[in-house]
């Protein structure tokens, strides 16, 4: 990479999309051109817009980030939306980075796309070992199918496409909706709500399954690093360590202590808890980069709360 790099970001307004703008405009000026698109720029999951962005942005690199993504509830009703509309976004931005002779393109998949039942801890080599968890089939199969594509565009064409597997991700410019978001920031919107309110926060599900969450700057730097240094087609997991995996009560503490909520806690058990755990391995991750640190899980809590506390008004909600 260097002065003629002109590195495209797809879904480069989302949660992992600015967070990765956030660290390149606050990094050294390696005198790459980054340029993040919206759905705006161009709807990904029709291959007309797909080659006009590409032939208007002509990039070097790809980083692909844009899908329709949601937390346990909204995959639970969207099975069959999730799977059509990021089977074709993946595969238009694939096909066209094979058009344009784009040199190296890293997508994005997702620790919950690993089989349902499998064994402890999940590494890159499981992906396609058995069906992923009933509540979100539609999303984790097109995901796979990233994985599909990047070892026949390789077989075939010799092409660097690649992927990553982050853990669940959070922070700032997340989306905040009580529905359709990941755990924490709904945790981080019911909390402002009850402490407004004075009523009672309520978790949902009985608290008690396991993740391992990422902050989504801390995901930025590794994605940065993986687009310019990472030379392997097969995934690589971007996660935290396996005793860094907390249980979904804990992550509700850490984010009532970042919003100082002294009121009542209660659990709604009617709700769904999903998949129990995904614990992944960061062997590999490790192997290659054995110093990385990331932020203190507290740390970035409250960093993301001090976010939505100053900018409630324009979130995602
Ligand atoms: P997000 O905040 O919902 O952002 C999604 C991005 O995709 C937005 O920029 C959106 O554009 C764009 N997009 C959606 N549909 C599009 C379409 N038809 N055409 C063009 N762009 C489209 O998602 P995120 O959390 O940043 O996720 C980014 C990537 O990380 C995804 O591939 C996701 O599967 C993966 N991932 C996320 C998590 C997580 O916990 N969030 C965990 C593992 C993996 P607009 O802003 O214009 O709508
Ligand atoms: P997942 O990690 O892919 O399963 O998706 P989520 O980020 O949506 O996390 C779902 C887990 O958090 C389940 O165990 C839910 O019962 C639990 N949970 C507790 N409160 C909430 C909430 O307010 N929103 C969401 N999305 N999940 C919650």
Redesign the pocket.
Same mark, same amino acid.
């Given at each position: 990479m260097g002065d003629n790099t002109v590195v495209m970001v797809t879904g480069g307004t989302g949660l992992v999309g600015s967070a990765i703008k956030y660290v390149v405009e606050n990094g050294e000026d390696p005198g790459e051109t980054w340029v993040f698109l919206s759905s705006k720029d161009a709807d990904l999951s029709d291959v007309h817009q797909t080659r006009a962005i590409f032939e208007k942005v002509r990039p070097t690199h790809v980083i692909h980030l844009a899908a329709i993504v949601g937390? =346990?509830?909204k995959?639970l009703k969207y099975n069959l939306d999730f799977f059509r509309k990021n089977i074709s976004i993946n595969d238009n931005v694939l096909a066209m980075s094979h058009e344009f002779r784009v040199k190296k393109v890293v997508s994005c998949l997702s620790t919950?796309i690993f089989p349902d039942k499998t064994t402890y801890p999940i590494d890159e080599t499981m992906i396609h070992n058995g069906p992923p968890h009933n509540?979100?089939f539609g999303y984790s199969y097109a995901k796979r199918m990233i994985d599909v594509l990047n070892k026949g565009y390789n077989q075939s064409y010799g092409s660097m496409f690649t992927a990553v597997i982050p853990t669940?991700v959070f922070g700032p410019d997340d989306n905040f909706n =009580?529905e359709d978001?990941?755990? #924490?920031p709904?945790?981080m919107n019911?909390a402002y709500c009850a402490k407004r309110d004075g009523t009672d926060f309520t #978790?949902?599900?009985?608290?008690a399954?396991l993740?391992q969450f990422i902050y989504s700057h801390d995901l930025a730097r590794l994605m940065i690093w993986v687009m310019r240094e990472y030379k392997e087609i097969d995934p690589i997991i971007l996660s935290v360590g396996e005793e860094d995996e907390v249980s #979904?009560k804990d992550a509700?503490m850490s984010v009532l202590k970042a919003f100082d909520f002294k009121g009542n806690v209660v659990f709604d058990t009617t709700?769904?808890?999903?998949?129990f755990k995904?614990t992944a391995s960061n062997k590999k991750l490790r192997q290659y980069l054995p110093e990385f640190q990331f932020t203190p899980f507290h740390q970035a809590i409250q960093e993301t709360v001090d976010w939505f506390n100053a900018n409630y008004a324009t979130a995602r909600k």
């Amino acid at each position: 990479m260097g002065d003629n790099t002109v590195v495209m970001v797809t879904g480069g307004t989302g949660l992992v999309g600015s967070a990765i703008k956030y660290v390149v405009e606050n990094g050294e000026d390696p005198g790459e051109t980054w340029v993040f698109l919206s759905s705006k720029d161009a709807d990904l999951s029709d291959v007309h817009q797909t080659r006009a962005i590409f032939e208007k942005v002509r990039p070097t690199h790809v980083i692909h980030l844009a899908a329709i993504v949601g937390g =346990l509830f909204k995959n639970l009703k969207y099975n069959l939306d999730f799977f059509r509309k990021n089977i074709s976004i993946n595969d238009n931005v694939l096909a066209m980075s094979h058009e344009f002779r784009v040199k190296k393109v890293v997508s994005c998949l997702s620790t919950c796309i690993f089989p349902d039942k499998t064994t402890y801890p999940i590494d890159e080599t499981m992906i396609h070992n058995g069906p992923p968890h009933n509540s979100n089939f539609g999303y984790s199969y097109a995901k796979r199918m990233i994985d599909v594509l990047n070892k026949g565009y390789n077989q075939s064409y010799g092409s660097m496409f690649t992927a990553v597997i982050p853990t669940n991700v959070f922070g700032p410019d997340d989306n905040f909706n =009580l529905e359709d978001g990941h755990v #924490i920031p709904g945790l981080m919107n019911k909390a402002y709500c009850a402490k407004r309110d004075g009523t009672d926060f309520t #978790i949902w599900g009985s608290g008690a399954p396991l993740r391992q969450f990422i902050y989504s700057h801390d995901l930025a730097r590794l994605m940065i690093w993986v687009m310019r240094e990472y030379k392997e087609i097969d995934p690589i997991i971007l996660s935290v360590g396996e005793e860094d995996e907390v249980s #979904i009560k804990d992550a509700a503490m850490s984010v009532l202590k970042a919003f100082d909520f002294k009121g009542n806690v209660v659990f709604d058990t009617t709700k769904s808890d999903g998949q129990f755990k995904k614990t992944a391995s960061n062997k590999k991750l490790r192997q290659y980069l054995p110093e990385f640190q990331f932020t203190p899980f507290h740390q970035a809590i409250q960093e993301t709360v001090d976010w939505f506390n100053a900018n409630y008004a324009t979130a995602r909600k």
